[in-house]
């Protein structure tokens, strides 16, 4: 179970790297249509049309490339005033139900950006603008990242029971103070 384990840790890790990159290419893309967007509008006085709508598709992809890495370093928002007022037992307990809560959540995202995913491809959905551009390479890039996520719930739910991962933050949600 260990070596099995070992190489789904490698291949995520490969994975999260090569979603970093495609969310850092997605910002340099934003970066750079927005900045020509605003440039055309100062010297023509006419804004690219359809910039607005290809930001937003952009973005989405950017943002949901950045979870499974964001998982994996447990940098997610926490609600720790409850956290740090639990004892290490009660901070197992509910470490677990987060991690089958999120599993849960991110599998049905995943399994539903799938199949939007298939139909945008089935349909070759393009966007109702007027420069028409297609969506389904983004819905695709789309679903290829919130399934990375939900791998990267999986492995650390795999990993959980014999608290060998090596992303359990060294405070566990307390504080130095104990409070």
């Given at each position: 179970?260990?070596?099995?384990?070992?190489?789904?840790?490698r291949?995520l890790?490969?994975?999260?790297?090569?979603?970093?990159?495609l969310?850092?290419?997605?910002?340099?893309?934003?970066?750079?249509?927005?900045?020509?967007?605003?440039?055309?509008?100062?010297?023509?006085?006419?804004?690219?049309?359809g910039?607005?709508e290809?930001?937003?598709?952009a973005?989405?992809?950017?943002?949901?490339m950045t979870?499974?890495?964001t998982?994996?370093?447990?940098?997610?928002?926490?609600?720790?005033?409850?956290?740090?007022?639990m004892?290490?037992?009660?901070l197992?307990?509910?470490?677990?139900i987060?991690?089958i809560?999120?599993?849960?959540?991110?599998?049905?995202l995943?399994?539903?950006?799938?199949?939007?995913?298939i139909?945008?491809?089935s349909?070759?959905?393009?966007?109702a603008?007027?420069?028409?551009?297609?969506i389904?390479?983004?819905?695709?890039l789309?679903?290829?990242?919130?399934?990375?996520?939900?791998?990267?719930?999986?492995?650390?739910?795999?990993h959980?029971?014999?608290?060998?991962?090596?992303?359990?933050?060294a405070?566990?949600?307390?504080?130095?103070?104990?409070l």
């Amino acid at each position: 179970m260990k070596q099995v384990l070992f190489g789904l840790d490698r291949a995520l890790a490969y994975l999260r790297s090569a979603a970093l990159v495609l969310a850092g290419i997605g910002l340099f893309f934003i970066a750079v249509i927005c900045t020509a967007d605003v440039i055309a509008y100062v010297i023509m006085r006419k804004p690219f049309p359809g910039v607005s709508e290809t930001v937003e598709v952009a973005l989405a992809v950017t943002v949901v490339m950045t979870l499974a890495y964001t998982q994996h370093r447990k940098e997610h928002v926490c609600v720790d005033i409850l956290l740090v007022r639990m004892s290490p037992f009660w901070l197992k307990v509910s470490g677990f139900i987060s991690y089958i809560v999120s599993l849960f959540c991110m599998a049905i995202l995943a399994w539903r950006a799938w199949v939007l995913a298939i139909e945008s491809v089935s349909a070759l959905e393009v966007s109702a603008t007027v420069h028409a551009f297609p969506i389904y390479p983004w819905k695709i890039l789309f679903a290829l990242g919130i399934t990375l996520a939900a791998l990267e719930v999986l492995r650390q739910l795999l990993h959980f029971p014999s608290g060998d991962d090596e992303t359990i933050p060294a405070n566990s949600g307390h504080n130095e103070q104990g409070l």
